[in-house]
């Protein structure tokens, strides 16, 4: 394979365990950053709030062919970032200073291919994708997903208020011209989970390939956690931004319900936001001060050490197009417990840990405390499900694969054929096909 010049756009793009890490996209573009450049000599537009936690890391670890730009916006713009709504206007206005970024690349460098990575949603426009005279590839992303009815109770009356706001917006982004003729460009669409693929319109349909958002890396499978963690108690753990989409009061729920014949069980949530205090009050109000700790926002290597030591995952969120730690728990040796929709029900399968049909609340909260019971009162299943969900997460989720699958793409556009995964699933043949 020749080396091509890719042109790419990750706004969000930060080393893990670096100042400014944020999480799933941040890993996302970093992660696929360094896939390109195994490959291809990639020049990579991020945000320039990231730029000392890219150098310093490039300075230890260069990545031959991997070439960073940034582009950033006037300070005053920065308390938008605060905001849910806030932030999409910040982005758009971003994403208008790194086109012109892109075009003066164009003209000094003369591109095969440009790839939007992140944002990773689906619904809002790529301008560089949209105008650059270049194939374009776009994701992967996602945005579909909605939270199930019969669980809209967990929002407050603003939250359900929001979360209609939020159908309507992405239904005027998807109507932007810009948008529009992104997509109508866009010669792949990398879309994350099965809602996306189902959304996304027929006449792009024959572009389209499931591809996740989430991966590890070689250093994450190098960790040689215990299956069966040696303790005297049952230690469940969730994590993730402590916002409500999340599901941590259905994880509270659940596990009131389940805890109250097992004394010698634990639950660990990690993560910080604005729920923490509506989630210390049910803490309270169930009298589970002693069974369940919030712990905070803590560094990524700390999580992981907390989630080698733990015997599941319990991850209810109620939308999330990837989840980036059920794909690290997997990778762990851990069963993880999850709603059956989104990026977790993609990940999920029967043999490596519990998916939930969400209905209404109550049937929820006992259903995902039965699979606490199971996993509790099985051993040889705890065992059973984390070996599998390791092989999984090596199998389908190693970065290095995804890399391959995205070169194989990539060559598949630039010799203008047919990608082998086109339009269908996967070229994965283990990722679930229902």
């Known amino acids: 394979m020749t080396r091509g010049r890719i042109l790419a756009c990750a706004f969000t793009c930060c080393p893990p365990a670096m100042p400014g890490f944020t999480g799933g996209e941040d890993v996302l573009g970093w992660s696929l950053l360094q896939q390109i450049a195994r490959f291809h000599d990639v020049w990579a537009i991020t945000h320039a709030e990231d730029r000392q936690s890219i150098e310093q890391t490039l300075s230890k670890r260069p990545v031959p062919g991997l070439h960073i730009h940034y582009v950033g916006l006037p300070q005053w713009l920065k308390p938008l970032l605060k905001y849910q709504g806030g932030h999409q206007f910040y982005y758009y206005l971003w994403q208008l200073k790194a086109y012109l970024k892109a075009r003066r690349l164009q003209r000094q460098n003369g591109f095969d291919l440009f790839h939007h990575i992140t944002y990773a949603n689906d619904w809002m ?208 040796g851990k069963p993880v417990v999850c709603l059956d929709i989104g990026g977790p029900g993609m990940h999920i399968t029967d043999e490596c840990g519990i998916k939930i049909t969400p209905s209404s609340q109550e049937e929820t909260v006992r259903d995902l405390a039965d699979a606490l019971e199971l996993l509790y009162s099985d051993k040889e299943l705890r065992f059973t499900m984390g070996q599998a969900a390791r092989e999984k997460a090596k199998r389908d989720y190693h970065w290095d694969h995804l890399g391959d699958r995205l070169a194989e793409i990539y060559q598949a556009i630039i010799g203008n054929e047919l990608p082998n995964d086109a339009c269908l699933i996967s070229s994965s043949p283990s990722l679930p096909s229902e």
């Open 125 to 332: 426009a790529s301008f560089i994708g949209a105008f650059a005279p270049i194939p374009y590839v776009r994701g992967p992303g996602g945005g579909a997903h909605r939270t199930p009815k019969g669980l809209s109770h967990e929002y407050t009356l603003g939250g359900r208020f929001w979360e209609k706001l939020r159908t309507i917006g992405q239904w005027v982004f998807r109507h932007d011209p810009v948008y529009l003729k992104g997509q109508s460009r866009a010669s792949a669409l990398l879309l994350c989970n099965r809602d996306s693929i189902a959304k996304n319109p027929k006449e792009w349909s024959h572009k389209a390939h499931l591809f996740p958002v989430s991966g590890v890396s070689s250093e994450d499978l190098a960790r040689t956690p215990s299956i069966t963690p040696n303790h005297n108690q049952f230690s469940a753990l969730s994590a993730g931004s402590l916002i409500k989409v999340k599901g941590f009061g259905l994880a509270i729920k659940a596990f009131e319900k389940f805890s109250k014949n097992h004394p010698d069980s634990m639950l660990t949530i990690a993560g910080s936001g604005p729920e923490e205090t509506r989630l210390r009050r049910l803490i309270d109000r169930y009298q589970l001060s002693e069974k369940v700790q919030v712990i905070g926002a803590i560094p990524r290597d700390e999580l992981l050490t907390r989630m080698e030591s733990s015997d599941v995952l319990l991850f209810p969120s109620l939308r999330d197009g990837g989840g980036t730690v059920v794909i690290e728990a997997m990778s762990l």
